[in-house]
């Protein structure tokens, strides 16, 4: 509620806005005026823009802005505590309609019921003669693929999360596990790993995917028929997954020591198998199938995560001061040589990396250059393609596991700068978005959220400037939920003016008006990558407009289990 309050002011050429008020919608209160800023030029919009200051009103109500001479006015919007608490629900909520293999009853789904869809058993593409069934987790976006490498992402937000703030995590999301002693985001994310330990092969590695060869046309998932598909093993998807069923062997081990020790176990038998395979065993759709490829041509960040949190979580390690059994304590010993071995190599692969990041973002900054259909420089590290922030969070919340000071030096001070780098991107445009014009890439409200929880985490980690990152994060999140150039909350069911045709099969084919609430969309991409996009998009369109509320735009409004899961991040953080 004493959070900052920023409202953008668009000017019609060159124009100056006139004096802007605050009018309270319910009930009696004087008008406060706001103070509106010099026009500004925002780029990723390309128009001028006035920043209305309102954040000295912190009386919870409704409330909207006008501004006195033209008579434009705002939506309504509220101050109130804990303004992010139903947003944040619905997103969580949103991952159950997301569930594969199962029925969706009516008690947790209601009019989103369904049957249970994909029970039937998968063949191995490489031997069909080979049968495995993979069974459950959720459909991956509009799509009903399921993505080991995507899923590990998303739980990775999830977890962590749950580690850092479970308090503002232990919603009820009426699912039917609900009420059984365990908090319902672990209960929903159950769902998801016991799928993913049926993707692990005997040898340890992780399948890449498991897809029907074409995306199916639309069509409800109940009936989708295609032969499934498990394609060979990545190494990005096992290193991940590593990554996970490490932080799940240990929020997992007060509700299920069983389950938490099977996680471990997956662990790691995947660690092992990085260990025997060095190399990048990369993935590549083969030819003629056409779902999702979460191709990853560096998988240096999964080793980093597996690694890291191999030596954080391996039961031997941690208690690698008890030699009550005599020999095997050499063997312990070992591993976690082997482990900080891999971490301290594989640093410095990402630390060189990173620098050199760095530099090239300062560099351009400079020369204020901007190409678009690049990926952004900055790399938050909280995506599929680079999950090193993920690992290095891992690493930093548990020093005493052993990465090394110097080590873990070097990636505190790195995440540091990023942090501050957006906290001053953000600071320089009036909508406040740390975002550049070439950062609005396929999923670019992912890049917005990611780099939200990138700030938290630096907030968590630099307590003495926390409140400089929260602030931008904050920015970020309203960008999402409607301060943008498009005027659209990115969630569906949240907002006055929510996008409502998803790229989602469930959504177009349910026969239902309103669209699943609580998923986040795409958003923009600079230029659209679709061809309706393109069709839509006016040729030449600035960054936030390129983006169309169109079912067939699949790269401007496709929804996807790590895209809510960022926002969920950002968004619980700050339900306090
Ligand atoms: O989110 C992915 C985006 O970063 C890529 O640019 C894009 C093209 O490769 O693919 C996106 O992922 C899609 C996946 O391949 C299949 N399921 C839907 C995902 C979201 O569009
Ligand atoms: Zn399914």
Known sequence: MDGKKIAVLVADAGEKPGEVRLVREDGDAEAIIASVSELQTDDTAAEQAAVVDFSACTTPGTYHLEETGSGVRSDPFAISARVYHEVKKGMLKAFYYQRCGCALPETCAGVYARPACHCRDAVLYEDRTRILPVRGGWHDAGDFGRYPSAAATSLGHLLYAWELFPERLSDDLTIPESGNGVPDLLNECRYELEFLLQMQAEDGGVYHKVTTMRHPDFLMPQDDDGELLVFPVSSVSTGAMAGVWCIASRVYEPYDADFARSCFHAAAQAGQWLLTHPENVEFHNPEGCNTG????????????????????????????????????????????????????????????????????????????????????????????????????????????????????????????????????????????????????????????????????????LAPDRAAQYEAAALEQLHYLFGRNAMHTSYVTGFGTHAFRNPHNRVTACDGIDEPIPGEVSGGPSYPPLDPRGEELVPKGSAPQYCYADHVDCYSLNEITIYWNSSAVFAAAYFDR
């Open 293 to 460: 490829e979460y191709d990853d041509d560096d998988d240096t960040d999964e080793r980093l995560w597996a690694f890291g949190e191999l030596l954080r979580t391996d039961p031997e390690i941690t208690h690698e001061g008890d030699r009550s059994h005599g020999g095997a304590g050499e063997h312990r010993v070992t591993r976690q040589e082997q482990y900080r071995r891999q971490i301290a190599e594989l640093w410095v692969k990402s630390a060189a990396r990173e620098h050199r990041m760095l530099a090239k973002y300062d560099e351009a900054l400079a020369k204020g250059t901007d190409v678009p259909r690049q990926a952004p420089i900055l790399s938050d590290g909280f995506g599929w393609t680079d999950v090193t922030t993920l690992a290095i969070l891992g690493m930093l919340r548990d020093p005493a596991a052993g990465a090394g000071e110097e080590t873990l030096g070097e990636m505190r001070q790195i995440l540091l700068a990023k942090a501050d780098r957006l906290v001053a991107e953000q600071g320089m445009h009036p909508y406040r978005l740390a975002m550049q014009p070439r950062d609005f890439t396929w999923g670019s409200n992912m890049v917005v959220t990611n780099r939200a929880d990138l700030l938290i985490l630096a907030a968590i």
